[in-house]
């Protein structure tokens, strides 16, 4: 595989990263010209389709395996999400998110969309989620059922679980420890409300969360249900205005500690 080493290497990537991919299976069985014509062509459509080397190479360490699928298996793949209602350009954004996506059968994803559909979401929701969230396809519908049985556990219908995930599909990705973390933290500051109504600022981490509300309280500023919103600015803006950086605030306020001394008690 010299002359594969020898494209890769002038194409970016690291001799380490060389190594695992062509190590994977089914590449490691590959005829060396067949492997080499499959990183040219492949590099080379993904250019002239907006991917850069940088988002290439990172694919190619997400899902080592990706050079072992031909251009046309790869332009099908395409050419099938679109039929199924994403544009060229949010098919580019999801494979740059999940390369495995290329791995999918399109049976397989649509057998997902259905499941999906029997669950409560529409087909245009699932379209919308899975942009934000390409990896929902690579979920079991076991799993997510499961977490759907671990939310209502935590005192949530299944019409507001259908609508918190609609709200951040990203939930289906977290443990359910760290959903209930920042569940009862928002409860105990008398946030809960938004949970339900503003899902997505579940993202941040309740470490975060948790020093900034400390922040604003030991200045003897309420955070309430009307201006929520700043704690959970973007880390520029949050600095810019307050004059405090993330790592500042972390130190100044850790959860981890505020948890422990509470276990004690």
């Not at 067949?34 to 694919?59: A, Q, R, V």
């Not at 350009?89 to 994803?109: F, G, H, Q, R, W």
């Not at 993330?246 to 276990?263: C, G, I, S, V």
């Amino acid at each position: 595989m010299k002359e594969v080493r020898k494209y890769l290497k002038e194409f970016g990537f690291s001799d380490e990263n060389i190594t695992i991919i062509l190590e994977t299976y089914p590449i490691c069985n590959m005829l060396e010209d067949t492997l080499l014509d499959h990183c040219k062509e492949n590099n080379k459509l993904f250019l002239e389709n907006g991917y850069t080397k940088e988002e290439i190479i990172k694919m190619n360490k997400l899902f080592p395996a990706l050079y072992s699928y031909s251009i046309d298996n790869i332009k099908q793949k395409v050419d099938d999400l679109i039929k199924l209602g994403y544009t060229k350009e949010e098919v580019i954004k999801m494979t740059k998110l999940l390369p495995a996506l290329y791995s999918l059968s399109i049976d397989n994803i649509k057998q997902k969309i259905d499941d999906l559909i029997k669950l409560g979401y529409t087909k245009e929701d699932v379209i919308k989620m899975t942009k934000q969230l390409p990896a929902l396809y690579g979920y079991s519908i076991d799993n997510i059922k499961q977490k759907i049985d671990d939310l209502i556990e935590l005192g949530y219908t299944k019409e507001e679980i259908i609508k918190m995930t609609k709200l951040l599909p990203a939930l289906y990705s977290y443990g359910i420890d760290n959903i209930k973390q920042k569940i009862e933290y928002l409860k105990e500051i008398n946030l809960d409300c938004i949970i339900t109504e503003d899902t997505k600022q579940l993202m941040q981490s309740v470490d975060l969360t948790y020093a900034r509300y400390e922040f604003f309280i030991n200045r003897g500023k309420i955070i309430d249900i009307e201006n929520y919103r700043m704690l959970y600015y973007d880390n520029k803006q949050f600095t810019k205005q307050f004059g405090v950086t993330k790592q500042q605030l972390l130190t100044m306020y850790p959860y981890k500690e505020r948890k422990e001394r509470r276990n004690v008690m």
